[in-house]
């Protein structure tokens, strides 16, 4: 076989080896059989250059249930102080909570989410500073497939000219009209759990729990 | 030191905390116990375990929702509890290493706390408080085999699920617990104050927590009103003592013959059943009456004095076994509706007076709270979604923002209160929290004047929607005007009432070419038969259009409309008077399938239909294409048909 581009030879750290060859394996097709990844970041800002995450936050779901044993929350350190973030500051300085660099984030995150589904709401930001942060460890970028619940829930809406379909909706007006509680809004672990219920419910909805096929997932728009 | 951080279990942990046994636990344990918990989704009707399973590794605390406890016994399924916020199930028999006893099925969606037992075992045993609370808990099957077992409660509240019938009068009679209480000097007037705050026909007369006395509506008639003691005599002048008390555990039956030997209307509990011991609790006779009697009447009054969403929560559940009981008693169709609607109308009163009560201000202005849709038309006999809208008094433009805040804040509460008793959001948020449904009169006004003089497909939806409102609170002056206003702008206009008979027949007949049943053909109920949209909504439509065209106000109900149009239009009385029929017996229908499989009803699975429903749906049906052949030639209507 003729290779028209030589591969260059990986030279990436053995915890991306290792998180890579995991998508060597095909996902299960059922909804139920899948595990989810449901995830949300706290960063400094909107910009994706500029900007740094903060936190890391989220639960896993497995048919049904979600494992507090297993919650992921992470703190990163920041190089200089922005005032921005004296809120999560506080947290880590109130909470004496430990903190670790974007690397060592980054090798836990991996190796928490695996070849899970990502889910977020709005979900492009949560992975697009994700991979901000590969980038500058000079890594590719996330290799998992990702589910935004903001385009699930504007599938729940029923089909009417009286509702604009194109519509944002945000985590809060989410959780408000699937009646979920929201004591923890704006940390990344209480968004997380947010998201995972509302997530859950639009399963419901959609009727595609459990024996629905994952693919149908990603036709949702 | 430095740790790392779990939010989420210190969230639930939090929750926790609120109820028995974990108030007592230490936060460290709390925090153990909270970071083993797995989140359990479940939604309505799904079973948690079965009857006769071997235990699960667990056990479960409803975080939110509500779990039914069933056993089957000789194939008879009876609910023997209902779990909801806080309350532990299915802890017992992984003490006992037993099979689980009964089943445990959610009422609604839910979402559960699963705790393992490994991580709950080892602090039970260190913990003296959570063990006795487990032991009393326990023991109390002792009364009533498997009624309390699985209960995380030591006490309950005062309303409670349905008994089963036979063994009612031996159940231990449900108290109050928060005792309405003054002392025995406190002025008359400032005790029949208190009372009627708290909507409550007696208060207890205490003095270092020892029952001395009562005051009733009663005694204060007797003596203040026919003018034997002056409005501020003190308290202990009046009250009927000794108090007639008795301990815990008292059943219904002993109350109520208890009640009757000393007539008198109220018992106190105490400690040790003397008046010599601190009251707990009072039970009164009103409390036993709505307890036991789900006859409309009380179940009204229980309403209009409800003062938790829980409680209005429990209602609701006694009126649908009331509905359900109305069904399977062949109670006339005209009845039922009337009957569900005053109930439903009593709740939705309630929940706006809550609402208002918990507004930081009274309203600003006049204002009415219309109830759009099914619940409008009187036809709400399930739970079906809420469609509602808020008409305020015209006011200075500078001020109209400001006021429709205030009445949107109002609608959120509202809308709320009414999700939480079971009435869901509307998926096209036709509810007055949305903006666009706050609207002051002249808005109102203006809003139909655009709707009738350029009908599109949309505005004639939307007219549809909202010609068939119903005051619901407030100023009836307000909605008149709207009425007043519509027959105005319909008066011979051609145009918009064409448009309405096309919209009226735009769901064709039910029945396909070989008068086989057309059932949707994809979505969430893919091969079901939509009842809502081929049948009901077509003879709704009718209805609606063809009471117009006669300008009458104030009959919003499609049998009834039909009944007054058979009056109206005497060479068509015929074909009325079987829309009426009609009107009923589908709503009578959808009613029946709604109970049987705990939904809206609107979607009807044809294979579980008998051959005699098919036939009377189809019989149906044909009236319904009738009068929308009727409709079709008196106004016109040919497009694309």
């Known amino acids: 076989m003729i290779r028209f581009f030589k591969r260059k030879p990986s030279n990436h750290p053995d915890f991306w080896k290792k998180y890579e060859a995991l998508f060597q394996v095909k996902p299960p097709e059922y909804v139920g059989d899948n595990r989810f990844v449901i995830l949300d970041t706290e960063a400094t800002g909107f910009d994706f250059k500029k900007d740094r995450v903060l936190c890391i936050g989220a639960v896993s779901l497995q048919s049904n249930v979600i494992d507090i044993s297993e919650v992921f929350e992470i703190y990163i350190e920041q190089e200089k102080f922005n005032p921005e973030t004296v809120k999560i500051h506080g947290i880590i300085k109130n909470d004496k909570v430990k903190t670790f660099t974007e690397e060592e984030a980054l090798v836990q995150f991996l190796d928490y989410i695996g070849n899970s589904v990502l889910v977020a709401h709005h979900a492009n930001f949560d992975i697009t500073m994700i991979n901000q942060m590969l980038k500058r460890l000079r890594l590719p970028k996330l290799k998992n497939r990702v589910l935004d619940t903001m385009t699930l829930y504007r599938a729940t809406r029923i089909n009417s000219n009286l509702i604009d379909r194109d519509k944002n909706y945000s985590l809060d007006q989410v959780a408000e009209n699937l009646n979920i509680s929201v004591k923890d809004r704006h940390t990344a672990a209480g968004d997380a759990m947010i998201t995972a219920i509302a997530f859950l419910k639009i399963l419901t909805k959609l009727n595609k729990k459990e024996k629905g096929k994952l693919k149908d997932l990603f036709r949702v728009r | ?641």
């Open chain 2, 1 to 641: 030191m430095q740790k790392t951080k779990n939010t989420i279990a210190e969230r639930i942990a939090d929750f926790l905390k609120r109820f028995p046994p974990f108030e007592v636990l230490k936060p460290d344990q709390l925090l153990e116990i909270a970071g083993g918990v797995k989140v359990v989704y479940a939604q309505k009707g799904e079973t948690i375990f079965k009857q006769d399973d071997t235990g699960h590794s667990q056990f479960y605390v409803v975080h939110k929702g509500a779990v039914s406890i069933q056993r089957k016994d000789d194939e008879v399924v009876a609910t023997l509890d209902k779990c909801d916020e806080g309350d532990i199930f299915g802890l017992r028999p992984l003490f006992a290493h037993e099979n689980y006893m009964m089943s445990a099925i959610t009422d609604e969606e839910s979402i559960l706390y699963a705790i393992p037992i490994d991580t709950f075992k080892p602090i039970v045993k260190k913990n003296y408080r959570v063990g006795q609370f487990l032991i009393e808990n326990f023991a109390s099957n002792t009364e009533t085999p498997y009624s309390r077992e699985h209960r995380g409660k030591l006490y309950s509240d005062e309303e409670m699920v349905q008994n089963t019938a036979e063994l009612y009068e031996l159940q231990p009679v449900r108290y109050v617990k928060k005792i309405i209480s003054c002392s025995k000097d406190e002025p008359v007037s400032k005790a029949a104050k208190m009372m009627s705050e708290n909507s409550v026909g007696s208060i207890l007369v205490i003095e270092n927590d020892i029952p001395l006395g009562i005051l009733t509506d009663k005694d204060i008639r007797n003596n203040i009103a026919i003018g034997l003691f002056p409005i501020d005599a003190p308290v202990k002048e009046i009250m009927s003592s000794p108090v007639i008390c008795y301990p815990k555990g008292l059943t219904i039956a002993q109350a109520q013959v208890a009640m009757m030997k000393h007539k008198i209307s109220h018992i106190c509990i105490t400690k040790d059943g003397t008046p010599h011991s601190k009251a707990i609790g009072i039970v009164s006779e009103h409390d036993i009456v709505v307890s036991q009697g789900n006859n409309p009447a009380v179940l009204v009054k229980a309403i209009q004095r409800a003062n938790k969403t829980k409680t209005l929560k429990s209602i609701r559940g006694r009126i649908m076994h009331l509905l359900n009981g109305f069904i399977q008693q062949d109670i006339p169709m005209t009845h039922v509706s009337r009957i569900m609607f005053e109930l439903n109308d009593a709740t939705i009163k309630r929940v706006l007076e809550r609402s208002i009560k918990k507004m930081p201000s009274p309203p600003p202005t006049r204002f009415a709270w219309m109830s759009l849709g099914s619940q409008g038309r009187k036809e709400q006999l399930l739970h079906t979604d809420q469609d509602n809208a808020i008409v305020f008094e015209d006011v200075p433009d500078n001020i109209k923002e400001e006021t429709r805040a205030y009445y949107i804040q109002l609608a959120k509460k509202a809308n709320k209160g009414l999700n939480n008793i079971g009435y869901d959001y509307c998926n096209a948020d036709m509810m007055a929290r949305n903006p666009k449904w706050c609207l002051s009169l002249s808005e109102w006004k203006e809003q139909f004047t655009n709707w009738m003089t350029q009908p599109g497909d949309d505005e004639i939806l939307l007219c549809s929607i909202f010609f068939d409102y119903d005051i619901s609170y407030g100023d009836i002056e307000l909605t008149n005007q709207i009425a007043d206003h519509i027959f105005e702008l319909s008066d011979n206009n051609q145009l918009f009432l064409t448009a309405l008979a096309s919209s009226a027949l735009r769901n064709p007949s039910p029945l396909g070419f070989f008068r086989q049943f057309l059932v949707e053909s994809n979505g969430e109920y893919k091969d079901f038969f939509d009842l809502k949209k081929r049948a009901i909504m077509p003879i709704t439509d009718a209805g609606r259009l063809l009471i117009l065209q006669h300008k009458i106000k104030n009959i919003n109900n499609t049998a009834e409309r039909f009944e007054k149009l058979a009056e109206l239009e005497p060479q068509n009385k015929e074909l009325y008077l079987s829309c009426s029929y009609t009107a009923k017996a589908l709503s009578k229908f959808r009613t029946k399938q709604g109970l049987l499989h705990n939904d809206t009803g609107r979607f009807i699975e044809l294979d579980t239909l008998s051959k005699e429903e098919k036939i009377k749906l189809k019989r149906c049906f044909k009236t319904v294409s009738e009068v929308q052949e009727l409709i079709k030639l008196r106004f016109k209507v040919h497009s694309f048909i």
